[in-house]
T-cell receptor, first 113, second 112 residues
Framework: GDSVTQMEGPVTLSEEAFLTINCTYT??????LFWYVQYPGEGLQLLLK?????DKGSNKGFEATYRKETTSFHLEKGSVQVSDSAVYFC????????????FGTGTRLQVFP | EAQVTQNPRYLITVTGKKLTVTCSQN?????MSWYRQDPGLGLRQIYY???????DKGDVPEGYKVSRKEKRNFPLILESPSPNQTSLYFC???????????FGPGTRLLVL
């Protein structure tokens, strides 16, 4: 079946460091890929998405490229801030009637000043 | 403000005592879902609904019930809660034809 694998956390960085959070997926079809972010005590918010191969999603300085050849959707940011500290979830879905997002286990990012 | 609301936000209960977690959205979304979040497992879908009176099971439906009598509301019912249902629960909604889901703030449930 379909699945999403994320790197284990926590990821601990100093402010202004470069961030990469790895995400790979297994899919039987051609899903859309997402990164959601969960700030402390809050629900999940969509950070960015890509709907087909080679698409790049970007938002708030974060980027991720849909790589079909490596089945990956790694999240990157050039210079993290303390306010980026959160849990990041990679997910996939197929548009249709099942309405299901398949999530990775989440990666906690901690950014220190 | 467009939002998904859940109540209560925190709940402590005992085994076997029926409870309901409410979910409401004001965006006129057709699709609504319930997820549970557990450490090391990410979020898993419990039930979803494509519209009023249309519901179906997700990946982990055992021990849960849902109903969709109105478009805006999608309550989650635990008729006889057990400790393995201790979790963080999220409601989500989206408009038909779109992929982006909007999540509520979560309900943290502890079953003793």
């Amino acid at each position: 079946g379909d699945s999403v694998t994320q790197m284990e956390g926590p990821v601990t960085l100093s402010e202004e460091a470069f961030l990469t959070i790895n995400c790979t997926y297994t899919a039987t079809g051609y899903p859309s890929l997402f990164w959601y972010v969960q700030y402390p005590g809050e629900g999940l918010q969509l950070l960015l998405k890509a709907t087909k191969a080679d698409d790049k999603g970007s938002n708030k300085g974060f980027e991720a490229t849909y790589r079909k050849e490596t089945t990956s959707f790694h999240l990157e940011k050039g210079s993290v801030q303390v306010s980026d500290s959160a849990v990041y979830f990679c997910a996939l879905s197929y548009q249709g009637d099942t309405d299901k997002l398949i999530f990775g286990t989440g990666t906690r990012l901690q950014v220190f000043p | 403000e467009a939002q998904v609301t859940q109540n209560p936000r925190y709940l402590i209960t005992v085994t076997g005592k029926k409870l309901t977690v409410t979910c409401s959205q004001n965006m006129n979304h057709e699709y609504m879902s319930w997820y549970r979040q557990d450490p090391g497992l990410g979020l898993r879908q419990i039930y979803y609904s494509m519209n009023v009176e249309v519901t179906d099971k997700g990946d982990v439906p055992e021990g849960y019930k849902v109903s969709r009598k109105e478009k805006r509301n999608f309550p989650l019912i635990l008729e006889s809660p057990s400790p393995n249902q201790t979790s963080l629960y999220f409601c989500a909604s989206r408009v038909g034809g779109a992929e982006t889901q909007y999540f509520g703030p979560g309900t943290r449930l502890l079953v003793l």
